[in-house]
T-cell receptor
Framework: DAGITQSPRHKVTETGTPVTLRCHQT?????MYWYRQDPGHGLRLIHY???????DKGEVSDGYSVSRSKTEDFLLTLESATSSQTSVYFC????????????FGPGTRLTVT | AQSVAQPEDQVNVAEGNPLTVKCTYSVSGNPYLFWYVQYPNRGLQFLLK??????LVKGSYGFEAEFNKSQTSFHLKKPSALVSDSALYFC?????????????FGKGTRLSVIA
């Protein structure tokens, strides 16, 4: 998994509560990404980061915020969780060099009740 | 804009038979193309990529993919399927001239290899 860990791996939370998911990498990659995976939708980009304190929105960013205060950590926050945010969340990094392949963490399964 | 289409939600193939998982793409320039595989309860694993050069690309686990520029396709193939190949497969694309934009993924194709 290219030195990528995600925590927690599973979480159940109630509607309206804040939730923070953590992605940690050990190889000093500059680019990091958060995706969600849902049946029938494949992978959809939520937010990404191209350096410390540099982030940008993806196609499904509403209801999510991110922060990156250190190279190794990329946090995804659901300010007030909704049932539509029940999903599996994947973090990814992009390798250095020209080809831009991405490597993924093991995922976090989030259930909002 | 970049996009990827995987026209089949599900592909069924008998063990030992050849398999093909289809992917077509749309970019304004020249593409970088990728295939990933996802086993149950796991993250996506990189299989292979096309950057430039030979249109036939070989990757992990005996998989290969053929880049066809005129048909804007990048189909994944394997000469002889194994039951262990059963998984979810994703195609992804990035325009070479799109700066630092992330990969765009298809919706995935579930491959089922039947013994």
């Amino acid at each position: 998994d290219a030195g990528i860990t995600q925590s927690p791996r599973h979480k159940v939370t109630e509607t309206g509560t804040p939730v923070t998911l953590r992605c940690h990498q050990t190889e000093n990659h500059r680019y990091m990404y958060w995706y969600r995976q849902d049946p029938g939708h494949g992978l959809r980009l939520i937010h990404y980061s191209y350096g410390v304190k540099d982030t940008d929105k993806g196609e499904v960013s509403d209801g999510y915020s991110v922060s990156r205060s250190k190279t190794e950590d990329f946090l995804l926050t659901l300010e007030s969780a909704t049932s539509s945010q029940t999903s599996v969340y994947f973090c990814a990094i992009r390798t250095s060099g020209g080809e831009y392949e991405q490597y993924f963490g093991p995922g976090t399964r989030l259930t909002v009740t | 804009a970049q996009s990827v289409a995987q026209p089949e939600d599900q592909v069924n193939v008998a063990e030992g038979n050849p398999l093909t998982v289809k992917c077509t793409y749309s970019v304004s320039g020249n593409p970088y193309l990728f295939w990933y595989v996802q086993y149950p309860n796991r993250g996506l694993q990189f299989l292979l990529k096309y950057i430039t050069g030979d249109n036939l690309v070989k990757g992990s686990y005996g998989f290969e993919a053929e880049f066809n520029k005129s048909q804007t396709s990048f189909h994944l193939k394997k000469p002889s399927a194994l039951v262990s190949d059963s998984a979810l497969y994703f195609c992804a694309v990035r325009d070479r001239n799109s700066g630092n934009t992330p990969l765009v993924f298809g919706k995935g194709t579930r491959l089922s290899v039947i013994a």
